[in-house]
């Protein structure tokens, strides 16, 4: 399904479907494609989805880390006059929500977290002395996945573009370190939100004992596998992927 990508003043973003609004943040290395499959099913489903482009490459280097990017879609949420949302965040994308939960939790309705960093992740290293390698892009991109077909010749040519290019390649170290930075273990046992965890059997970036240790930190989650999947279940396995969250919207009257 083809959508209409939005530009309005700082913000780029899709948006589909009317009703309780459900927001939908990418990872470091994703793209708002990443959802497609979720947006399309959510927003027939009477749910408002958004899916907001984050600032990663375009933020001033200093201020390129999680926090910014939480004040990011606090700023977005302000702009489409949204006073409360449900979050899917993947990766890089699932720290923000976190971040965001921490910070203005009143923004924050449920959680849903697939993949998610804020504990442990595995990037693709500190530098890319490879980065003019596509061979080696083209394998780190689908390490990704349990099934190395799901990284498309156009997710690869277009990591590949980002990696080389020295602005773009800082800002991936710069939230790579900034995730670390902003553990969030000792934040978890705090949030009292409703969280779904989603996670691949397979994910090598965030592997399984992560969703374990998520699982066990925060008060309110309910952990669900999904095997034969790496690091992002809603491209890997978006049908299972979306009947897990709509299942698990029912029974915590998400609607």
Same mark, same amino acid.
């Given at each position: 399904?083809?959508? !209409?990508?939005? #530009? ?12 309780? =609004? ?10 708002? *494609? ?15 989805? $958004? ?12 201020? #390129? ?9 606090? #700023? ?24 965001? =939960? ?7 309705? !449920? ?28 394998? &780190? ?11 498309? &010749? ?18 991936? $170290? ?12 000792? *934040? ?17 970036? #965030? ?8 699982? &066990?930190?925060?008060? !309110? ?35």
């Amino acid at each position: 399904m083809e959508y !209409n990508v939005k #530009t309005e003043g700082e913000f780029k973003y899709i948006e589909a479907g009317e009703g309780k =609004t459900v927001i939908l943040l990418h990872g470091l290395m994703g793209t708002l *494609d990443d959802f497609a499959g979720v947006v399309n099913y959510f927003s027939k489903k009477g749910y408002h989805v $958004l899916v907001p482009e984050l600032p990663i490459y375009s933020l001033p280097i200093l201020k #390129t880390n999680v926090k910014n990017l939480a004040k990011f879609v606090k #700023t977005f949420m302000e702009f489409k006059q949204i006073p409360k949302a449900t979050f899917i965040g993947n990766s890089l994308g699932g720290h923000v929500c976190l971040y965001l =939960t921490k910070s203005f939790p009143e923004l924050v309705e !449920n959680l849903v977290l697939t993949g998610s960093s804020g504990l442990y992740e595995k990037a693709m290293g500190d530098t890319y002395p490879k980065r003019g390698d596509y061979e080696y892009i083209k394998a &780190k991109t689908e390490a990704v996945f349990y099934d190395p077909k799901t990284a498309s &010749k156009k997710m690869i040519d277009d990591l590949f573009a980002v990696v080389n290019d020295r602005n773009c390649a800082i800002r991936i $170290l710069a939230l790579a370190k900034s995730a670390i930075r902003h553990n969030m273990a000792n *934040d978890l046992p705090d949030m009292t939100v409703q969280t779904c965890l989603i996670w691949g059997k397979q994910d090598d970036v #965030t592997p399984p004992d992560v969703a374990e240790e998520f699982n &066990k930190l925060m008060p !309110n989650s309910d952990l669900f596998w999904i095997d034969r999947c790496g690091h992002a279940p809603m491209m890997e396995h978006p049908d299972l992927f979306n009947e897990i969250v709509d299942a698990w919207f029912v029974k915590n009257n998400i609607k």
